[in-house]
């Protein structure tokens, strides 16, 4: 369920799909409760109420798994994914590196900082402390 949020740069896409998602394991959640109450109450064996609500829960989800790898083709949906992903990319200068701003207060410091750790990190032979 991870996968949803690098499945996309569009944070708008990505809203949408995981409100998608948690809206189906909410309904798939409850399905399974109301259909549980309902056997427990019409059965009267609680063995067998478990045992018919276990099948009845692997038959949807054999069911779900058929359709996914009979009706998505996912050889054309992993290349428009990857079409579009440069397209966003090109559009949006991803890829190029950020433009860092420092305050020049802050730059210098860490160059001091920069600077004096490295004098102090090298011996007489110009090599870092420690190193052969």
Same mark, same amino acid.
């Given at each position: 369920?991870?996968i949803?949020?690098?499945?996309?740069?569009?944070?708008t896409k990505?809203?949408?799909m995981? %409100?998608?998602?948690? *809206?189906?394991?909410?309904?798939?959640?409850?399905t399974?409760?109301?259909?549980?109450?309902?056997?427990? !109450?019409?059965?009267?064996?609680?063995? %067998?109420?478990? %045992?018919?609500?276990? !099948?009845?829960?692997?038959?949807?989800?054999?069911?779900?798994t058929?359709?996914?790898?009979?009706?998505i083709?996912?050889?054309?949906?992993?290349?428009e994914a990857?079409?579009?992903?440069?397209?966003?990319?090109?559009?949006?200068?991803?890829?190029?590196?950020?433009?860092?701003?420092?305050?020049?207060?802050? *730059?210098? *410091?860490?160059?001091?900082? *920069?600077?004096?750790?490295?004098?102090?990190?090298l011996?007489?032979?110009?090599?870092?402390?420690?190193a052969?």
């Amino acid at each position: 369920m991870a996968i949803v949020n690098s499945l996309t740069y569009s944070m708008t896409k990505r809203d949408r799909m995981v %409100t998608n998602r948690n *809206a189906l394991t909410y309904a798939a959640n409850i399905t399974v409760l109301s259909l549980s109450l309902v056997l427990f !109450l019409l059965i009267p064996s609680s063995t %067998t109420c478990f %045992t018919v609500l276990c !099948l009845i829960c692997l038959g949807g989800g054999m069911i779900t798994t058929l359709f996914y790898t009979s009706q998505i083709n996912e050889k054309y949906l992993v290349r428009e994914a990857s079409r579009l992903e440069q397209i966003y990319r090109s559009e949006n200068n991803f890829g190029k590196a950020a433009k860092i701003n420092l305050s020049s207060d802050v *730059a210098e *410091a860490g160059v001091a900082k *920069a600077s004096m750790v490295s004098k102090q990190s090298l011996n007489s032979s110009g090599r870092r402390k420690g190193a052969k």
